[in-house]
């Protein structure tokens, strides 16, 4: 089975870093092991809305984004994981989600279909914010629905948490760790 992870989050043992550590160390209990792409790291340029991707579903811009199309459309599990910027996903994370028009021109012009592999595919969202307003997971949530449905994942968990603001608070979650952890093992049941 094959698995990837989005970490979103530019802060290294951050809140969402940790809480996606935790989701991988479940799934690497099964014997899987996850492909992480940090995004912050990347260099993805935003989608310019050239229209070059919608008569043949390819981006004609080459950058860090290309190793990520191959991960994706491969890809039997996806973990996105991303903190609340400004009531929504981060800019890390959306640049690459914008991108991935590619894929919905694909999808919804060409009606090509977008296979999924022997075990399906499913999704796991990840989503931690500072401030207790439920907006910013209600903006990011239908973000990623409309990532994961685009590139094929017909349904995801999702875990979120706010008040979480100080870098490591949620190793003070009384149950945010175990819960990543539990999902990452339940993702790759068949
Ligand atoms: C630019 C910026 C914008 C933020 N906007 C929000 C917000 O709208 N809502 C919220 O709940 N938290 C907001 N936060 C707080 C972060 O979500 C919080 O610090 C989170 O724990 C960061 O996760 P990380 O440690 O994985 O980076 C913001 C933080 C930054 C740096």
Same mark, same amino acid.
């Given at each position: 089975m094959k698995i990837i992870a989005f970490l979103g989050?530019?802060?290294?043992?951050g809140n969402t870093d940790l809480l996606l550590r935790e989701a991988i160390r479940g799934v690497e209990e099964s014997g899987s092991t996850v492909q992480l792409f940090r995004l912050n790291d990347m260099s993805i340029m935003p989608?310019? /809305?050239?229209?070059?991707? @919608?008569?043949?579903?390819?981006?004609i811009y080459s950058d860090d984004m290309s190793p990520i199309y191959d991960a994706i459309r491969d890809a039997d599990r996806i973990i996105l994981a991303s903190p609340i910027f400004f009531f929504h996903v981060s800019a890390q994370s959306k640049a690459m989600i914008d991108r991935c028009q590619a894929f919905w021109c694909e999808k919804y012009l060409l009606k090509k279909t977008f296979p999924g592999g022997e075990y399906g595919r499913k999704g796991l969202l990840l989503l931690v914010g500072g401030?207790?307003?439920?907006i910013g997971i209600q903006c990011a949530e239908a973000t990623a629905k409309a990532f994961f449905r685009t590139i094929s994942v017909p349904e995801h968990k999702t875990l979120s948490y706010l008040? *979480? @603001? =100080?870098?490591? =608070? *949620?190793? /003070?979650?009384?149950t945010a760790l175990k819960e990543a952890y539990e999902a990452g093992k339940e993702l790759v049941k068949v």
């Open positions: 989050s530019p802060r290294e043992e989608c310019q /809305n050239c229209g070059g991707c @919608d008569e043949t579903g390819v981006c401030m207790k307003k439920e008040g *979480i @603001d =100080a870098k490591g =608070a *949620i190793l /003070n979650h009384p």
